[in-house]
């Protein structure tokens, strides 16, 4: 186990058991006590936790894992997912992206596409427009790629973009296609987040799109959050993973969403 795998799973553990000690945690990982209170300090020291007598604590009242320490979770799901995601995007399109993992392992997938690899008669192979930094800093670096970054204020621990600015700039554009990341999506309730700001601007990315593509492993799927981000009758596609059974997928479809399961 890597140093960046044990760090996320303690940060793991932390949000599953509400505060950490020492022993149960090296036991629960494998290594040494040493190794864990080692790591505890340096996880301290960036903030992402508290240092108590004999373990750690969350930061804050609110936690939430940084988008750097959520890559791996499910990760051949989601890889699975942004590869039947990115297929559905044609040359030459105008696309939408939130932040998020799962959207962030879209735009890799749209990277690794052999026939997005070079512009055609100087025109852009795709245009994205997205408020999540980590992105646009991953797609900038891609001749064959026009991003369009949105402005607003940075959220750490997701690296969009919220607040009036983004919102504006939104409002003078449109899409062909959004790919929105949730943290919930439920037949009844719709597409959802957990914080009001993302969810504002993720909804204004989906009201100015033609499609609507939401990518979500099915952990996500059947369960509400706090912000609504659309009606599930304004998605187009679902595309997730096999896990979410045929039962489970009978609602969205009965609303209207083609569901993708890979």
């Given amino acids: ?10 940060l793991d553990l932390l949000v599953e058991r509400g505060g950490l000690e020492v022993e149960p945690a090296a036991e629960a990982l494998g290594v040494s006590a040493a190794t864990i209170r080692r790591d505890l300090d340096q996880l ?10 004999g373990g750690a604590v969350p930061h804050g009242v609110s936690y939430e894992l940084p988008l750097r320490y959520r890559t791996s979770r499910r990760a051949a799901e989601k890889r699975r997912i942004s590869e039947a995601v990115a297929a559905l995007i044609a040359p030459g399109e105008v696309i939408g992206l939130t932040g998020g993992t799962t959207t962030t392992e879209v735009a890799r997938a749209l990277a690794a596409r052999a026939d997005l690899a070079a512009p055609a008669g100087g025109s852009p192979a795709l245009t994205v ?5 980590n992105i646009a800093g991953e797609l900038v670096i891609r001749p064959q790629f026009k991003i369009v970054l949105t402005g607003g204020v940075a ?3 997701s690296y969009e973009l919220t607040g009036p600015l983004a919102q504006q700039t939104l409002a003078q554009l449109t899409v062909d296609t959004a790919v929105v990341g949730v943290d919930a999506f439920d037949a009844a309730d719709g597409a959802a987040t957990r914080h009001e700001d993302e969810a504002a601007v993720n909804a204004l990315l989906c009201a100015r ?3 609507l593509v939401v990518a979500a492993d ?14 599930t009758s304004a998605v187009d596609v679902l595309v997730t993973d096999t896990a979410l059974t045929e039962a489970a997928a009978r609602p969205f479809r009965a609303a209207g ?4 399961r890979v």
């Fill in 209 to 211: 799109a033609r499609r």
């Fill in 257 to 260: 969403v083609e569901v993708v």
């Fill in 155 to 157: 959220r750490p621990q």
């Fill in 218 to 231: 099915s952990t996500k799927l059947g369960v509400r959050a706090f912000a609504r981000i659309c009606a």
């Fill in 1 to 10: 186990m890597t140093r960046k795998e044990r760090w996320q799973r303690l």
């Fill in 129 to 133: 427009v997205t408020n999540a930094l």
């Fill in 44 to 53: 301290a020291e960036q903030q992402l936790l508290v240092r108590t007598r």
